[in-house]
């Protein structure tokens, strides 16, 4: 299970240079500011017209965020969800299938734009496969996640890793007490949450199975206390996180860690974020979504 593979993928076509894809992972993940991300973005389009031309291209489009509505007949969903067992104000975005039945549990833990329409969404996906799904807001102690991304990453930085962990920790043992779940419980975290997920698969022994898209590797002296099967998702042009890579998988090799990994050729770090027309790829985010249920099926059992 413990395989580095690179994996053929169709030819992938970017709307956007790759000088300007880097320079907005570098806006979003805290490189700089607003206002030095549009000066800098300028200068790569060409002018400041151009460069407003451009920004739709490169945020999120919520309006695309829906692939299952939020009233889907087939589901029972819940806002604002108390976290019991975790720090005051946690809560978080509950949907499972209609019925009685107990059902694995699974956390989903967002980027770092918080609890956002796009994640609900994916909590609504994983549920539908068969499981209690919980989309965790790590923001909400702190007022919950705001409408304004630039806010939401500002806040987000504020949280120490140690802080988001607990709250995540709190997350999977509540999910393994409720009352609809079986006991066993995964979690699937993406970009800033894909590297909670490495953080949380350390310190949280309860947890059975970690998903992690393109995630910051969690330090290698913490690797050995992991317990749960891990899978680990790598878009093939995101030189920031795969630079991680052969440290991580030695760390998990000498620790026996039972990890599956997989590197996707010619793809963007958020390659799964479907209302992102920058990163987005449908042929390599159709293959991930599958190996991740399958994984889950497997693990979860």
Not at 13 to 23: C, E, H, K, M, V
Not at 95 to 113: D, T
Not at 163 to 178: S, V
Request: with cysteine; charged share 25%.
């Amino acid at each position: 299970m413990n395989n580095l593979r690179n994996e053929d993928q169709p030819e992938h076509q970017p709307r956007l240079s790759r000088d300007i894809i880097t320079l907005y992972d570098a806006f979003t993940h805290g490189g700089m500011d607003r206002r030095a991300f549009m000066s800098r973005l300028a200068a790569l389009a060409g002018s400041s017209a151009a460069a407003l031309a451009i920004l739709p291209l490169l945020g999120n489009d919520y309006a695309r965020a829906e692939t299952i509505k939020a009233d889907d007949p087939r589901l029972d969903t819940q806002e604002m969800l108390a976290i019991e067992g975790g720090e005051k104000g946690l809560t978080g975005y509950l949907a499972r299938p209609k019925g009685n039945a107990r059902l694995p549990a699974v956390l989903v833990i967002h980027e770092n734009r918080g609890l956002n329409p796009h994640i609900k969404d994916i909590t609504r996906r994983v549920a539908l496969e068969g499981y209690l799904a919980l989309g965790i807001d790590i923001l909400s102690p702190d007022g919950g996640t705001p409408e304004d991304e630039d806010k939401a990453r500002d806040m987000i930085g504020k949280v120490t890793g140690e802080i988001a962990e607990a709250r995540a920790a709190a997350a999977i043992r509540f999910l393994g007490k409720h009352p609809q779940s079986t006991g066993k419980t995964g979690a699937i975290g993406f970009c800033w949450g894909g590297g909670l997920i490495n953080r949380v698969a350390a310190g949280e022994p309860t947890l059975k199975a970690g998903i992690a898209y393109y995630g910051p590797q969690p330090p290698a002296e913490r690797v050995a206390n992991i317990k749960a099967a891990l899978l680990l998702h790598y878009a093939g042009l995101d030189q920031r996180i795969d630079a991680g890579i052969p440290a991580y998988k030695a760390a998990l090799d000498a620790a026996k860690i039972r990890y599956e990994i997989h590197i996707y050729e010619g793809v963007d770090h958020a390659f799964n974020n479907d209302t992102n027309a920058a990163r987005y790829n449908k042929a390599t985010a159709d293959l991930a979504w599958s190996r991740s249920m399958a994984f889950l099926k497997r693990e979860l059992v």
